[in-house]
């Protein structure tokens, strides 16, 4: 396979796992899209930020992010707190409720990912393990972000 054909299966193979990991994000919790469980990770892995954070970090409108936070808070998933350090700023949280609806989706993704690679000899788990991270590293220069 030459490196242009390869690229090209490469793409065609990640836009087919985007699709099945939207879909798949219904079926894990009916009330919970990806994006909501995206979001709710995001603020998981960070403590808690704010929605204009949000919208900068995933590169999307600020009003789509703060239709998806009005869900998640009607939801009352994440819930808006003070800025300890400037109380003109609200920092969103994930509420305990939504601490346990990620970790149920969560345990549920990594029980299909265990089972969809559950033949794959150790080598190449290692190896697909070691291109995602390489791949997901690379970062582009700011005039292209």
């Not at 985007?18 to 899209?33: Q, Y």
């Not at 892995?45 to 703060?66: F, I, M, P, Q």
């Not at 009352?76 to 609200?90: A, C, I, N, S, Y």
Request: proline letters at 3%.
């Amino acid at each position: 396979m030459e490196a242009d054909e390869a690229v090209e299966t490469i793409q065609h193979e990640m836009t087919v796992f985007a699709r099945r990991a939207r879909a798949s994000a219904g079926r894990m919790h009916p009330e919970l899209s990806l994006v909501s469980y995206t979001l709710l990770g995001h603020l998981e892995e960070r403590g808690g930020c704010r929605a204009t954070d949000l919208a900068a970090h995933y590169a999307l409108d600020k009003s789509t992010v703060s239709r998806q936070v009005a869900a998640l808070e009607r939801a009352r998933l994440v819930e808006r707190r003070l800025d300890p350090d400037d109380h003109r700023v609200q920092v969103l949280h994930l509420t305990e409720a939504g601490r346990r609806i990620l970790a149920q989706v969560t345990d549920s993704r990594r029980a299909a990912f265990r089972e969809r690679l559950e033949d794959w000899p150790a080598e190449d788990l290692r190896r697909f393990a070691g291109y995602l991270v390489r791949y997901n590293a690379w970062a582009p220069p700011d005039d292209e972000a």
